[in-house]
């Protein structure tokens, strides 16, 4: 999630993989605004899951194409960004919570990990295979002003024909 970290590569399948063996499930037909509006859906649902008052960082989503498929055909979502507790110590709290929600609703935790960054930051790694959605969450409990960095991640989704995919 930083430079600073040196962390292994998130678990995530966000449920079956698809036939090119990426790991990244299909998760159907959408258009970059459907599947663009679930992420953000799902972003909202963890900030929610944390249960402490917090600010979230401003970034949106972003489209990329899928791993050993045509670009023009599939893409997938992502939405990276930080949630800061307006108390430091609720930082703790909130990946208690987040551990708690994250086993409900078809969530699934599938891994959990302290990182070999020098602060062994906690990772959480949660899929939701009905929505084909993954999540990666790093406590940064250690820092001056403690956070979470979240990413929130969609299966691959073909674009409907006719659909020009915007890649950002």
Same mark, same amino acid.
């Given at each position: 999630m930083t430079d600073d970290?040196?962390?292994k590569p998130p678990t995530t399948s966000a449920? !079956?993989?698809?036939? !090119?063996?990426?790991g990244i499930p299909d998760a159907g037909t959408a258009t970059v605004d459907e599947a663009v509006a679930? %992420?953000?859906? %799902?972003?909202?649902q963890i900030y929610d899951f944390t249960g402490v008052p917090g600010t979230a960082s401003k970034p949106g989503p972003g489209v990329k194409a899928c791993s050993g498929k045509d670009p023009d055909k599939h893409f997938q979502v992502y939405h990276p960004w930080n949630f800061k507790p307006d108390s430091g110590t609720d930082n703790d709290v909130a990946m208690k919570n987040l551990r708690e929600k994250l086993s409900t609703?078809?969530?699934?935790?599938?891994?959990?990990?302290?990182d070999n960054s020098p602060h062994k930051s906690l990772n959480l790694i949660a899929d939701n295979d009905s929505r084909k959605m993954s999540v990666w969450i790093v406590a940064y409990s250690e820092r001056a002003t403690p956070s979470l960095g979240i990413e929130v991640a969609s299966g691959c989704y073909r674009a409907p024909e006719g659909e020009t995919i915007k890649h950002f």
């Open positions: 970290d040196i962390t449920g !079956t993989p698809d036939e !090119t063996g990426s679930s %992420v953000k859906a %799902v972003s909202s609703g078809g969530w699934v935790i599938k891994d959990s990990y302290r």
